[in-house]
Structures are given as structure tokens and as C-alpha cells.
């Protein structure tokens, strides 16, 4: 089975990936800058299938086969560049969003690139970026009993690595895979996670996005 590392995988939205992962059978390591504090956060992830948590530094994690990068946005390019020949002719998703806090919105900010996955692509050359995760809910990703029914929208330049994305994501309980498409609609995908949360705290709800009329 594909091993899946998680970088910043101690935070809500790591977990909240790694916990549906792990139900749906695959082997999942939680990176963090301390690996002690992975560790416990593994332990504390009760998940439901054959899959297995584990906690390691980031650079365990940067191992697996295929691998998540799911810390904040300015330190997201930081934490790559130093794992550039772990990461080396891999799959390597990012569910980061680039957004500001202003009043009662969240405001996308554009990074020179136009979006953090083009940011991660520059930094990871040898790498092959797919877009995915971007507007879920961490608290409902955790809570394996919330009902969550969401739709994971998917983009890379490489057919074969966001079909490979894809079919994982429909492994996960409460998710369904829909590719998108290139990697040029990466700023618009991670922008419109700062409509979702917007829209979640002016009406307190945790919404999350599920497209309407495709075929199943
Ligand atoms: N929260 C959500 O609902 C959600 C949903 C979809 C996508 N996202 C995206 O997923 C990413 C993570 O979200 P989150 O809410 O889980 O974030 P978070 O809790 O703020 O950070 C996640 C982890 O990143 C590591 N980290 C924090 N600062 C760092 C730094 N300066 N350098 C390196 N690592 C650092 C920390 O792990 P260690 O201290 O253990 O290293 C932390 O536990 C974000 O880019 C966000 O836009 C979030």
C-alpha cells in the first residue's frame, strides 16, 4: 500500500487528511518540525480501517511515497526547499491556502506566482504538484461521525499524478474526487477557500463545497 506523509501534519488540517487516509487502508506518517510532538498526535487519531498513523519529523514524512504538504502558507515554500531530494520525482499534494484574516472575511492574498501550488512548483522542480483538499473542513475531516459528504476539487499539470490523487480521494470516507483540471486554475481553487470560510463565519456554519449535476 502507498505510504502518504504529511508535512505540518500536527495541525487540524494534517490531521483531519491523515484520519481519512488512514480509514481508508493507507499507511500515513504526521511530519512536524518536532517529532516527539507528531508522535502524540498520531496517537491521538482514532482511525477506522486497515491503515496505520504514525508520527515522525518532516523529513520522514517528506519518505513516503506520496506526500501532503499542509502548513501554513508563509512557511509552506520554507519547509519544502529543505527537503528537495526527499521530495525528488514524487507526487507531492498541497492543500495550502494563501489567506488573510480581515474583519469578519477571510481575503485571499496572491503570491507572485499566483498561487501557492505555482510557488511550491517552483521551489520543487524535480517534484510533480497536485492541487487537493483546499476547501475542507478540518473539524468535520476529523470527526470520521460528522456526515461530511464533500467534494475534493483536484488540479495539476500531470494527468497521471492528479488521476493517482483522485483515486486515493474517493478511498476516503466522505469525499469524492473531482479533477478540475491544469495547474492555471490553482489561484482560483485556493482563492475561493476564503469565500467558503467567509461564508462560514458570517452565517456560523461549517459549510464546505459539494458540486451539483456532475455523474457519478
Ligand atoms: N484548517 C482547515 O480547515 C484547512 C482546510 C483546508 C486547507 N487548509 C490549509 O492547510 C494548511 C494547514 O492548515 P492548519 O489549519 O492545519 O494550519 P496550522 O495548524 O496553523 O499549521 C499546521 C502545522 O504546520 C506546522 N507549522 C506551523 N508554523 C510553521 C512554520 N513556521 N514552519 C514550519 N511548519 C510550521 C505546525 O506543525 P509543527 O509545529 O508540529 O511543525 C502546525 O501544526 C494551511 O495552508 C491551510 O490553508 C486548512
Known amino acids: 500500500m502507498t505510504t502518504v506523509g504529511i508535512l505540518g501534519g500536527t495541525g487540524p488540517a494534517g490531521r483531519g487528511v491523515a484520519i481519512r487516509l488512514a480509514s481508508a487502508g493507507y499507511d500515513v506518517v504526521l511530519g512536524s518540525r518536532d517529532a516527539g510532538r507528531a508522535e502524540k498526535s498520531a496517537a491521538g487519531l482514532r482511525a477506522r480501517g486497515s491503515g496505520t498513523l504514525q508520527g515522525a519529523a518532516n523529513e520522514g514524512a517528506a519518505s513516503c511515497d506520496l506526500v501532503v504538504i499542509a502548513t501554513p502558507w508563509d512557511s509552506a515554500v520554507l519547509t519544502v526547499k529543505d527537503l528537495r531530494t526527499q521530495l525528488a520525482d514524487k ?123 456532475l455523474k457519478d
Open 91 to 213: 507526487t507531492v499534494i498541497s492543500m495550502v491556502n494563501a489567506l488573510v484574516r480581515e474583519g469578519r472575511e477571510l481575503v485571499p492574498l496572491y503570491p507572485p506566482r499566483g498561487s501557492m501550488a505555482a510557488q511550491l512548483a517552483f521551489a520543487l522542480p524535480r517534484s510533480t504538484i497536485v492541487g487537493a483538499f483546499h476547501h475542507l473542513p478540518a473539524d468535520q475531516m476529523l470527526d470520521l461521525d460528522s456526515g461530511l459528504d464533500g467534494d475534493v476539487v483536484i488540479f495539476s499539470d500531470d494527468d497521471a499524478a492528479r488521476q493517482r490523487v483522485a483515486d486515493m480521494v474517493d478511498e476516503m470516507p466522505g469525499l469524492r474526487a473531482v479533477i478540475a483540471g491544469s495547474m492555471s486554475l490553482a489561484s482560483a481553487v485556493e482563492a475561493f477557500t476564503a469565500v467558503c470560510t467567509s461564508i462560514n463565519i458570517r452565517h456560523k456554519v461549517h459549510s464546505y463545497v459539494k458540486l451539483a449535476g
